[in-house]
């Protein structure tokens, strides 16, 4: 993840906001040529958080983003 500063949970969803994959505790680059951190499934969005986020709140492949627009 290149200029990130610090470890990042990346978490996959599909189309319907199911999370197919993660990422978690995925480390800053430091190089110019940074790896990449694909879904392991087919994924429509993603979302970033601080490292460690998605365990805290006990979130898993399979739960549900649930999104309030008002």
């Known amino acids: 993840m290149k200029n990130t500063r ?7 969803f599909d189309k319907d906001l199911k999370m197919v994959s993660i990422s978690a505790n995925t480390p800053p680059c430091r190089v110019s040529r940074c790896p990449s951190y694909p879904s392991i499934k087919p994924a429509m969005y993603v979302l970033e958080l601080n490292a460690g986020t998605a365990s805290e709140l006990g979130v898993d492949i399979g739960d549900r983003l649930l999104v309030d627009l008002d």
């Open 6 to 12: 610090i470890p990042l949970d990346i978490m996959y």
